[in-house]
């Protein structure tokens, strides 16, 4: 089964940028689809960005595009988020999350999660 482990969280003020990764073991990525979401306290889990594996293709929110960017290390089998201009509403954990096949945008068709991490933009 495959290990999801992201890091590269922290608080940072507003306009700052941060670049999150999630690491995976036990399995490679091809032909599959990994995506990062955010949860705010009190709010649903978010689509954020994916990206494929099979051709490279990424997705991206409308809330956050022109500032984020997703990207992946094929020989590290790791996945980044890079994020830039940040603003307190993108204040959340962050998950990545891998399916097999197509990307999608929402939570439930994601087969494993990683345990998250904190961001944090003061204003």
């Known amino acids: 089964q495959v290990q999801l482990v992201e890091s590269g969280g922290g608080l940072v003020q507003a306009g700052g940028s941060l670049r999150l990764s999630c690491a995976a073991s036990g399995r490679t990525f091809r032909n599959y689809a990994t995506a990062w979401f955010r949860q705010a306290p009190g709010k649903e889990r978010e689509f954020v960005a994916a990206?494929?594996?099979?051709?490279?293709?990424?997705y991206t929110a409308d809330s956050v595009k022109g500032r984020f960017t997703i990207s992946r290390d094929n020989a590290k089998n790791t996945m980044f988020l890079q994020m830039n201009r940040l603003q307190p509403e993108d204040t959340a954990v962050y998950y990545c999350?891998?399916?097999?096949?197509?990307?999608?945008?929402?939570?439930?068709?994601?087969?494993?999660w990683g345990q998250g991490t904190q961001v944090t933009v003061s204003s």
């Open positions: 999350a891998v399916k097999y096949g197509n990307v999608w945008t929402v939570a439930n068709g994601y087969e494993n």
């Open positions: 990206i494929s594996w099979t051709d490279g293709s990424t």
